[in-house]
């Protein structure tokens, strides 16, 4: 057994029982719905459909992450048991949470001076994070330190890929992403775009496609053009979508039929409150190890 837990934010989107299996803890960020305050616990409290339709029905959304109190809280257990700890935040380019557990890890290095905590800003999101924690926990089962763990972590976290698109712009138009004027022009013209995320976490725009399923095609193009061993990519892929379960089968199903050597089924999960709140219903994400990521 490792003498060290492996941790990261709900915000890694992956289901309660898959975080169990492969031995991961997580803490979790809040969201308000009509400033009523929720936490983001992957669904316990509050089925993500049901979240999904109250935005639907005109519910105001609000996002805030962990604090470094909470992280103290949250790590001090651990310490305590004399394990060390290796935690992966939501990424710098999305939000600010990778400081407040670099001002926890501070403050508890005082404490413990005998342990070691690790704080690595993933540079990813949603279901990618999670795809990222499957590899570390990996690397912990087949033996490696966490000292091991996290330079790989470091050394690889930018060949992690997310491409992702949504039919529906309303939310994207409400939290900045793209302007009044863009939303209403996309939805008119049925524009779906295409966004990825940079090698400095932030999510970027990159193509506008004229209609779902040329987004889907896109979508799959890219993991063709970037996944690691193109066509004959044997890691494994996550998708994960906000109250769209067809459409991200639809995409599963495509990935399935071009990548014949992909470890295991396409993964399906639901985004979870905190990134929903930014997307809304009707996006897809799509996750795979590929080349380095570029701005």
Not at 33 to 60: C, I, R, W
Not at 186 to 198: M, R
Not at 216 to 242: F, N, P, R, T, W
Not at 271 to 282: A, D, R
């Amino acid at each position: 057994m490792a003498n060290y837990i492996l941790s990261c934010c709900s915000t890694a989107d992956l289901t309660p029982e898959h975080f169990q299996a492969r031995d991961i803890h997580y803490t979790c960020f809040h969201y308000s719905l009509d400033g009523v305050p929720h936490t983001d616990d992957l669904g316990k409290s509050m089925p993500l459909d049901q979240f999904y339709a109250a935005m639907v029905n005109g519910a105001e959304t609000k996002t805030s992450q962990l604090n470094a109190d909470e992280f103290i809280a949250y790590f001090t257990p651990f310490l305590e048991q004399g394990l060390d700890i290796l935690h992966l935040t939501l990424s710098s380019g999305i939000s600010g949470v990778v400081n407040s557990a670099n001002l926890a890890r501070e403050e508890l290095a005082e404490k413990y001076p005998d342990r070691k905590i690790y704080i690595v800003d993933s540079l990813s999101a949603s279901s990618g994070t999670g795809l990222f924690m499957d590899r570390l926990a990996d690397l912990r089962d087949e033996g490696k330190t966490i000292d091991e763990v996290y330079q790989w972590a470091m050394d690889n976290r930018l060949k992690l890929h997310h491409w992702f698109f949504s039919s529906d712009l309303t939310f994207f138009v409400k939290g900045g992403r793209i302007t009044k004027a863009a939303g209403w022009f996309g939805t008119a013209l049925k524009i779906c775009p295409l966004l990825n995320v940079d090698s400095q976490g932030r999510l970027i725009p990159r193509k506008k496609c004229r209609g779902k399923k040329r987004a889907m095609e896109e979508c799959v193009k890219m993991m063709e053009q970037h996944a690691e061993g193109g066509l004959d990519y044997a890691g494994k892929c996550y998708i994960s979508h906000s109250a769209c379960p067809e459409d991200a089968r639809a995409v599963a199903a495509m990935v399935e039929a071009r990548f014949p050597r992909l470890n295991g089924r396409v993964e399906i999960n639901f985004i979870g409150t905190t990134i929903g709140c930014h997307t809304g219903p009707g996006t897809v994400a799509l996750f795979f190890w590929g080349d380095e990521r570029k701005d």
